[in-house]
């Protein structure tokens, strides 16, 4: 997960919501969402490198319609192809420890994902 600074500026990795249940997944979302005034909640979208949707933007796509149910912040999806490689090698670039790499690959990724929808122009806190 990643945040962007109050001006919607910059996107940060925030934070990293290990799935366990859907209804924990959520509430932990809704919680960061209430606690620093989200505004724009935008999610990526898995998409297959032909474009296409597959299983896993399906699943994204589902969970993603639960959680508007528990929140009128605005939600927008985001194709995310190719952000956790992306990620991988800045943090390559950068010699980051092995240890915990793919939750930090997950974190840096949602930066990435959240910095080009700002890069667009759009405010967003999420």
Do not use: W
């Not at 297959?48 to 699943?59: T, Y």
């Not at 605005?74 to 240890?99: G, H, I, M």
Request: proline share 3%; with cysteine; glycine share 4%.
């Amino acid at each position: 997960m990643a945040l962007s600074d109050p001006e919607g500026i910059l996107a940060s990795p925030f934070t990293i919501i290990n799935r366990e249940d859907e209804a924990a997944d959520i509430e932990a979302i809704i919680s960061i969402v209430d606690q620093h005034q989200v505004n724009q909640i935008v999610v990526g979208l898995p998409r297959s490198m032909d474009g296409s949707i597959g299983k896993q933007a399906e699943k994204v796509k589902a969970f993603t319609q639960e959680l508007c149910s528990y929140t009128k912040v605005p939600v927008e999806f985001r194709d995310e192809r190719l952000t956790t490689v992306s990620a991988k090698r800045l943090r390559q670039a950068v010699n980051t420890k092995k240890s915990r790499a793919k939750a930090r690959y997950d974190a840096a990724a949602a930066a990435l994902i959240l910095q080009g929808y700002l890069d667009e122009g759009h405010k967003a806190r999420l």
